[in-house]
DNA sequence: TTACATGCAAACCCTTTGCAATCGT
DNA sequence: ACGATTGCAAAGGGTTTGCATGTAA
C-alpha cells in the first residue's frame, strides 16, 4: 500500500486517457487502486478483483474491470499472464522489472525468477528468425520442495 | 506420412493403454493417425482435427477427440501448446525433439527454434528455488519479417 | 456379459457483446 | 447536450460433463 506509487500510477494513467481522449471514470481509477493495493508481486484474477472490490463496496461490473485491466495493460501499468489454467492473472507492472515465473505442479503457487539469459536467447532468435521480438513469456513448471505445498494442493 | 513412425506410435499407445486396462478402441488410433499424417511441426486445434477427421468419413465425436488427445499426452505421443489464443493446439510428440515456438504478433505463425541456454536457466532456477522443474514454456512474441506475414494476417 | 467408451447435446466457465441508462466533458 | 462508459444479462466459444447407446474384452 505504498501511496506514492498508486498516485503515480493513476497520474500515468489519467496521461494516458487524456492522450486517448477516453473518459476518467471513478470506476477506472478504483481499478488501480485495488490492483496496487495487492502486495507487488501478487497476481489476481477478474473474478476475484471483482469480488474484492464489491466487498469493499464499489459498485463496478465484471464488464468495466476487464475493460480497465486491458486500457492499464495497454499504458503498461498492469500486465496480463495467461498460465496454464484457463483464467487470466493481473499483476500491477509500475514497479515491474521484468521476471518470469515458476509454477508448482501441485500446489499452483507462483513465484517469480529472473534469469539474464533469456534476453541471450530473445537475441539471438531474433536474429535467427528474423523477426523483431517484442515480447515473450516463460514459465517453468515444477514440484515445489517448500513445507506447505501439499496443503496449499488445489482442487 | 512415413508408416514407421505412425506403427511405433500405435504401439507405444497400445502399450500405454494395456498398461492402464484401457480399451483399445479404432476411435482412439484414428486419431494417431490424423496427428501423426500432419507435417512433423504442424500444430492443429481440436475443431480443425474435428473436422478433417469428418470429412474423411470417420464418425467420431469432438468429445472423444479431446479424451483421446489427453491420453496421448498423457503417454507422450503428444504435446498441448496453449499459446496468447484461447484454443489449445496439438502436435506430435514421437520424434519431438524440445524446442521452443516463436508466435508472430500479426500472422500468427508458429516457428520453432531450440537454445540450449533454456537449459542453463532450468537447472540454476530449479536450484535456486529448490524446486524439481519438470516442464517449461517459452514463447517468444515478435513481428516476423517474412515477406508474406502481412498477407497471412488474421482478423 | 458388463463395464468402459462413444456420440450427442447440454452444461460450464471465462470473456465479450448489446443495450438502455448514466455521467464525463 | 452529446456520446463514451457503465451495469446487467445474454451471447460466445472452447472445453467438459451426463447419459443413453454401443462395443471391446
Redesign the pocket.
Given at each position: 500500500m505504498d501511496k506514492h506509487i498508486i498516485d503515480k500510477a493513476k497520474r500515468i494513467f489519467e496521461d494516458y486517457?487524456s492522450r486517448?481522449?477516453?473518459?476518467?471514470?471513478?470506476?477506472?481509477f478504483s481499478v488501480i487502486d485495488e490492483l496496487y493495493a495487492l502486495p507487488q508481486d501478487e497476481h489476481i484474477?477478474?473474478?476475484n478483483l471483482f469480488l474484492k472490490m464489491r466487498n469493499k463496496g464499489?459498485?463496478?461490473?465484471?464488464?468495466?474491470?476487464?475493460?480497465?485491466l486491458?486500457l492499464l495493460v495497454e499504458c503498461g501499468l498492469a500486465v496480463k499472464h495467461q498460465f496454464k489454467d484457463?483464467?487470466?492473472l493481473y499483476e500491477q507492472a509500475l514497479t515491474y522489472k521484468h521476471h518470469d515465473h515458476h509454477v508448482c505442479n501441485q500446489c499452483r503457487k507462483i513465484r517469480e525468477f529472473s534469469d539474464a539469459r533469456i534476453n541471450d536467447i530473445k537475441e539471438a532468435m531474433g536474429k535467427s528468425l528474423d523477426s523483431k521480438i517484442t515480447s515473450h513469456s516463460l514459465v517453468l513448471y515444477g514440484d515445489c520442495v517448500i513445507e506447505d505445498c501439499e496443503n496449499l494442493k488445489l482442487g
Open positions: 486517457l486517448q481522449g477516453s473518459r476518467k471514470t471513478p470506476e477506472r484474477d477478474v473474478e464499489y459498485t463496478i461490473s465484471r464488464a468495466t474491470i476487464y475493460n480497465t486491458d484457463k483464467v487470466a
